[in-house]
């Protein structure tokens, strides 16, 4: 099983990336998913999540500029980040959940520069 994320890198506040992160070995259609970050010096914390049906839910910081979701068909779930902070720097974790535990991408580093 390899969640491989991409899409990071340098952008300027108040720009836009869009994370992607690729499921093998692993149909994520009907398993829950999410992204979380880790800032240098700080924990992980969740930044979204998506529920097998569809559902969202998001951390308030977050809330209204990021929108995450879901291509079942490409097995891949996404992380659309707008109105970028330089709050926001940190490496980017895709997660899945199946009935054996989680599952974790490399990380993806987002780096926004104010």
């Known amino acids: 099983v390899q969640l491989q994320a991409s899409g990071g890198g340098l952008v300027q506040a108040g720009g836009s990336l869009r994370l992607f992160c690729a499921a093998s070995?692993?149909?994520?259609?009907?398993?829950?998913a999410g992204w979380y970050r880790q800032a240098p010096g700080k924990q992980r914390e969740v930044v979204a999540r998506?529920?097998?049906?569809?559902?969202?839910i998001y951390t308030p910081s977050v809330k209204g500029r990021f929108t995450i979701s879901r291509d079942n068909a490409k097995n891949t779930v996404y992380l659309q980040m707008s109105s970028l902070k330089p709050e926001d720097t940190a490496v980017y974790y895709c997660?899945?959940?199946?009935?054996?535990?989680?599952?974790w991408g490399q990380g993806t580093l987002v780096t926004v520069s104010s």
């Open positions: 998506i529920t097998a049906a569809g559902g969202t």
């Open positions: 997660n899945v959940l199946s009935l054996v535990g989680g599952y």
């Open positions: 070995g692993l149909t994520i259609s009907d398993k829950p």
